[in-house]
């Protein structure tokens, strides 16, 4: 049998589901067993995906180890999966955290181990899913499939107001999600009238010209969907809730691969699809970028509570990859991209950082803490280099993203994205502050006194995360090769468009004269 | 005078004899054999099971184009009916399972229970069937008065009679709005045969204003029978009132029912009076959604809130209604049997959860009830999430179905405002998993008296659970089959 008819990306998406039924065997009590066949599961879903990065042909946009049979036929709908440079990588950032996320909640949690751990893989399934997807009908599903086990995961395990965060989040971003069904089914009821076919196949849709008009509401119906998720400024108020009151491993998925979610959805969907509509909202995008990347920063800078302000930081670096994608240039796509990759390498080691610190003390206040660096000193140094990234030092991960985007924004505009180097500068003041006053100076707190420094388990899940850090730091070719082509394809599909349009304006401007 | 007797072709209403012999042999049964307390309940399962596998197979395997005409066109079985009835034998045959522990449980007489439960289930056949005003009447009247009994067979509950007395009084108000219309549309139309009424109207163009009278008081009494705002004052009450297992049953065949006569006749009899009925039921749609679902938000008790959340239901078929093509009536058929199994399911473990007499029946009593009852909870949950219309469910591909249609006829924002309401929806349906698995059992609302309150364990109970649940994510995840019986199973119109 031929390596690429494997259906290697429905093996890694269902993965997990084994090990769910395995873990529906077991007794409740047994908690060690859950939690390793929970993490060998995720374990085993990550070496299965490796051969996704290692077997891509970079050399080409196609979409990849695409498997594509008849689901429902009566309505066109079909089983279709398939990964390109950019979904590839967000792929492998899933099945890496996933694995991590598992890891971190050892012993955070104590309570219906059972549930939480099957919730844990049903979201990564779900999530997956929504990556590899190739069908309309099939990325809804799994869209919305995925905000189950999320809000059982905030809403059971998570913090004091953990009730009103679930419900909240399952809300927001459900409202969305339903106004992108009835664009996607108005798409699907034009495509029949301009090519007689009934399909929810995502590339046949790239090649469907839409006109101007249709375009621009499309466009809109899709961007509430995703913005929510993002999300972007003023669609973010559920992000705080949800953050804050999740406890440790759902925070670093909702960080690390739920949002992805939302930028994901623009690169697929809004930018081939609808690229006079892209050129269109522009401005809008931008302007909403970058108001988010100030304000973000301006809020984590006023938060006492450490997770808050990890929460507020990632509506500012949100901002960040939106800019970038809505450059329209390679850098600022690029850029966007591994910024996606940073984004949930970093913001999630912070939220496992702020894990072991609760975990230790049962505070998250930022007050509680100071001279921390005394007691913890291994500790110490990892948080620092983990804020380091989130910053933007050169020679770790965020550098490289931020300056891409920076790039590609000045190529795109000057004004915005000269306001959007401010939220560059904010960001080391709140990163370094915080850590300033949770690590330095005195011991202000007795009980800080005899904190136990790293425990293997922690050292464990936290050391993969800085390899990638740095690695994409030194080396980001290796990643950035991968998406090239996809990216340069992408630009191609929203360009073409914009060229058209600007031989159309030519012509009717010389008949006119 | 000779009288001529018409030609009886009994192939056309096997199912409906075999339910009404069951139902007869019951009543006599409870009489004369004094049987014990569960056996009526299997005897009445075999009997659905009988009709339902007749109502699939015989006189054809369902989806092949045979339509049967008897009675001189009175009667008519198509696949419409057809897959009609297969929605109401399922309810029936569901409801019967859940029955059978309860009725031992509350000690309440079995013989006319199961009798009464198939006599509705018949005339709701007849609804489904009937090619003609009478009969349609005729089936409506025997599913409402077996129903008004059933719904206050709970005698010692007082909440039980009120339901009852309440629902026939609305109910016979209803039927005589019904009736007036038939009246109207007979007097204008000399006929009540739906094809006569059909042709006389296409043959005669002017002066229709007596039939658009009828016309708008048949909207009201297939309004209210359907539960449609603002005919569904009676709903709450009555879904409240009526002991869990028939709250289940009405909540899903009959409504079903009142959608196949409603539908049969307004598009069979009536569709040149469309753009008329179709403004009405537009308006009738987005009420009837967004009144069952903002009121729904703030109920504690969960048969009412399901009550209005059925209203709400009824919204979403309407959308279905108002969008016909291609796609509106197949996906009618589609949402009632998902509906009716994912409201049964839910009823089902209502019933379970509830205990003797019913006591734990406010949201705030299933505090914690996820880790007490987790098979129960979970299955709850997925019903719960199923109606709110999340993938992969049939509640989600059911409103697909719905909406698309709706989006294909140019009703784009009907399906905004109706995909805006599931929005709504799941708060209140997430409210009781909330409950379920997020409070703990202290903050249950009368703590001691209903926490320890052990639920009925019943295994018929889940085995209808078992089915529904099955039926929701098959329906759900593989409904390819189901979409090839409902695209068959169009009303052939004229």
């Not at chain 1, 690390?256 to 809008?284: C, D, E, H, S």
């Not at chain 2, 539960?227 to 079903?256: C, L, N, R």
């Not at chain 2, 989006?407 to 929806?425: E, K, M, P, R």
């Amino acid at each position: 049998m031929n390596i690429a008819q494997i259906p290697i990306l429905s093996i890694t998406t269902y993965l997990p589901l084994a090990g769910i039924v395995l873990i529906c065997c077991m007794s409740g009590k047994r908690h060690d067993l859950i939690r390793w066949t929970a993490f060998l599961t995720t374990v085993a879903t990550f070496v299965v995906s490796l051969p996704i990065y290692f077997g891509f042909d970079a050399s080409t946009w196609q979409m990849q180890f695409v498997e594509n049979v008849p689901w429902i036929e009566r309505f066109g709908i079909n089983y279709h999966m398939g990964v390109d440079g950019i979904s590839m990588l967000l792929v492998m950032l899933t099945t890496f955290l996933s694995a991590l996320a598992v890891l971190s909640t050892w012993s955070a949690v104590k309570e219906s181990v059972k549930a939480y751990m099957i919730s844990l893989l049903l979201l990564e399934v779900g999530m997956l899913g929504v990556f590899c997807a190739l069908d309309f009908f099939l990325f809804y599903v799994f869209w919305e499939v995925m905000l189950i086990p999320m809000y059982f995961i905030i809403g059971i395990w998570g913090g004091p107001r953990r009730i009103y965060a679930a419900v909240k989040f399952f809300i927001y971003t459900m409202s969305g999600s339903v106004l992108m069904l009835v664009a996607i089914l108005s798409l699907y009821f034009m495509m029949h009238k301009a090519t007689g076919q009934y399909t929810f196949d995502i590339l046949k849709y790239h090649e469907l010209n839409l006109p101007a008009g249709t375009q621009f509401w499309m466009f809109l119906a899709f961007f509430l969907a995703f913005a929510i998720k993002v999300p972007m400024f003023p669609f973010h108020t559920w992000l705080p809730d949800a953050h804050v009151e999740a406890p440790t491993a759902g925070s670093v998925i909702l960080a690390g691969v739920l949002l992805k979610m939302g930028t994901y959805g623009f690169l697929r969907f809004n930018l081939p699809m609808f690229p006079q509509a892209t050129i269109q909202f522009v401005p809008f995008i931008f302007c909403l970028a970058v108001i988010g990347i100030v304000y973000g920063a301006f809020v984590s800078l006023a938060q006492d509570d450490i997770k808050k302000m990890v929460a507020y930081s990632s509506v500012s670096h949100l901002g960040y990859v939106m800019l970038g994608m809505f450059a329209l240039n390679v850098e600022g796509i690029e850029g966007s991209t591994i910024q996606m990759i940073n984004h949930g390498l970093s913001t999630g080691a912070l939220f496992l950082i702020v894990g072991m610190l609760y975990e230790r003390r049962h505070t998250r206040l930022i007050s509680e803490y100071g001279g921390l660096m005394k007691v913890m000193p291994l500790f110490a140094t990892l948080f620092l280099v983990v804020c380091f990234s989130s910053i933007g030092v050169p020679g770790l991960n965020g550098f490289i993203g931020e300056l891409l985007i920076l790039i590609g924004a000045f190529k795109a505009s000057v004004p915005f994205a000269s306001v959007a180097m401010l939220g560059l500068l904010l960001g080391a003041v709140y990163l370094l502050w915080m850590y300033k006053r949770v690590m330095y100076g005195p011991i202000t707190n007795e009980e800080n006194r005899h904190l136990k420094d790293m425990t293997v388990r922690e050292i464990a899940y936290l050391v993969p995360i800085l390899v990638f850090i740095v690695w994409i730091g030194v080396a980001p070719k290796t990643f950035l090769n991968k998406m090239h082509t996809t990216v340069a394809h992408l630009i191609e599909q929203v360009n073409a468009d914009k060229t058209l349009a600007k031989t159309t304006d030519y012509a009717t401007d010389h008949t006119n004269n | 005078m000779q009288l001529t007797i018409p030609i009886i072709n009994f192939s056309a209403f096997y199912s409906e004899i075999v339910i009404c012999a069951f139902a007869l042999v019951i009543l006599m049964a409870q009489v004369l054999a004094k049987p014990s307390q569960n056996s009526l309940g299997y005897v009445a399962f075999i009997g659905v099971l009988i009709a339902l596998v007749i109502n699939v197979y015989v006189p054809s395997a369902m989806g092949t184009q045979a339509v049967e005409s008897t009675f001189s066109g009175l009667w008519v079985l198509d696949n419409y009916s057809r897959f009609f009835k297969l929605i109401f034998l399922v309810g029936t045959g569901l409801t019967i399972l859940i029955s059978i522990k309860y009725i031992k449980q509350e000690a309440m007489p079995p013989g006319e229970y199961y009798a009464m439960l198939l006599m509705a289930t018949l005339g709701m056949m007849i609804m489904a069937s009937g090619a003609d005003l009478m009969p349609i009447f005729l089936g409506i009247e025997l599913m409402s008065i077996s129903l008004y009994v059933l719904t206050g067979y709970a005698r010692t509950r007082l909440i039980s009679n009120e339901a009852a007395l309440k629902y026939f009084l609305l109910g016979s108000f209803a039927t005589g709005f019904l009736l007036y219309g038939i009246a109207l549309l007979y007097g204008a139309t000399g006929t009540t045969r739906i094809q006569g009424i059909f042709a006389f109207i296409s043959q005669n163009t002017n002066n229709h204003h007596i039939i658009l009278i009828g016309m708008a008081l048949l909207v009201i009494g297939f309004g209210f029978k359907l539960a449609a705002v603002p005919f569904h004052m009676w709903t709450p009450d009555v879904y409240e009132g009526a002991p869990a297992p028939i709250t289940a049953f009405m909540s899903a065949g009959p409504k079903a029912a009142a959608f196949a006569a409603f539908l049969r006749v307004f598009l069979e009899a009536l569709p040149a009076m469309h753009d008329q009925w179709v403004m009405i039921l537009w308006w009738l749609a987005v009420l009837t959604m967004s009144v069952g679902n903002i009121i729904a938000l703030v109920q504690d008790n969960i048969k009412r809130m399901l009550a209005y959340s059925s209203i709400a239901h009824a919204g979403y078929v309407l959308v279905g209604f108002v969008a016909g093509g291609q796609l509106g009536t197949p996906g009618i058929l589609f949402y009632m049997l998902a509906y009716t199994l994912m409201n049964i399911g839910a009823f089902a473990i209502i019933t379970y959860l509830g205990g003797t007499n019913e006591a734990r029946i406010t949201v705030k009593d299933y505090a914690g009830l996820g880790y007490q009852y987790p098979i129960a909870a979970v299955a709850l949950s997925l019903f719960l999430f199923s109606l709110a219309g999340i993938p992969p469910t049939a509640g989600f591909m059911g409103k697909f179905y719905l909406f698309s249609a709706a989006i294909d006829a140019g009703y784009l924002g009907l399906a905004i405002i109706g995909v805006l309401n599931s929005v709504v929806s799941v708060y209140f349906y997430l409210k009781v998993t909330v409950s379920l698995y997020m409070k703990s059992p202290e903050m249950q609302s009368t703590p001691g008296n209903v926490a320890s309150l052990p639920a009925v364990f019943a295994p018929m109970l889940m085995v209808a659970v078992l089915i529904s649940a099955c039926g929701v994510l098959g329906l759900g995840i593989l409904p390819e089959k189901y979409i090839t019986l409902v695209q068959s199973s169009q009303l052939m119109l004229p």
